[in-house]
């Protein structure tokens, strides 16, 4: 297993993953992501902002990240921060824990960047997935409705997010 940045080569197996982490999140009544454009995905490549998880050649799990997330992180986005967005699995990979994976490589990530932070959110008030992300050793800081959605994607909006962050 690798982790590594995601090139351009990758975009079109990325656009899958989250289209397959979609059609799951429907199947279990979660808040739904929006569909991701080729465009979007290129501009985060391109940054640097997406990474995966590469097992036996194949894209077994990708990400986003950011180090400015203030429209839901709002005053709290000030604190020096890793902010990791849209984990999505392969189906054939799933029950791995990557998100424990994740968080291996974004201590060491963050470290480097001179962050005090790694920080996740999830739309909605998913229980499974408040209990998942406490169990990989993350803070869970409660759900609140977010003041400003006018510049986040729609399934933002209406919505409670939950906050997670964990010390670096």
């Given at each position: 297993?690798?982790?590594?940045?995601?090139?351009?080569?990758?975009?079109?197996?990325?656009?899958?993953l989250y289209?397959?982490?979609?059609?799951?999140?429907?199947?279990?009544?979660?808040?739904?992501w929006?569909k991701?454009?080729?465009?979007?995905?290129?501009k985060e490549?391109d940054?640097a902002q997406?990474w995966?998880?590469?097992?036996?050649?194949?894209?077994?799990?990708?990400?986003?990240?950011?180090?400015?997330?203030?429209?839901?992180?709002?005053?709290k986005?000030?604190?020096p921060?890793v902010?990791?967005?849209?984990?999505?699995?392969?189906?054939t990979?799933r029950?791995?824990?990557f998100?424990?994976?994740?968080?291996?490589?974004?201590?060491?990530f963050?470290?480097k960047?001179?962050?005090?932070?790694?920080?996740?959110?999830?739309?909605?008030?998913n229980?499974?997935?408040?209990?998942y992300?406490?169990?990989?050793?993350?803070?869970?800081?409660?759900?609140?409705?977010?003041?400003?959605t006018?510049?986040?994607?729609d399934?933002?909006?209406n919505?409670p997010?939950?906050?997670?962050?964990?010390?670096?």
């Open positions: 297993m690798t982790i590594e940045n995601s090139t351009a080569t990758d975009i079109f197996k990325i656009l899958e289209d397959h982490a979609i059609s799951y999140q429907s199947k279990m009544g979660a808040v739904q929006p991701f454009t080729k465009e979007d995905i290129k490549v940054a997406q995966k998880i590469v097992i036996d050649d194949q894209i077994a799990c990708v990400w986003m990240t950011t180090f400015n997330d203030p429209y839901i992180w709002e005053h986005n000030r604190d921060s902010y990791i967005h849209r984990i999505a699995t392969h189906p990979f029950g791995q824990h998100v424990k994976h994740i968080i291996d490589w974004a201590l060491t963050a470290k960047q001179q962050k005090s932070f790694i920080r996740m959110d999830t739309a909605g008030h229980e499974k997935l408040i209990s992300y406490t169990c990989c050793g993350f803070t869970f800081l409660g759900s609140e409705p977010l003041n400003d006018a510049n986040l994607p399934h933002y909006h919505t997010v939950c906050l997670f962050e964990m010390e670096v």
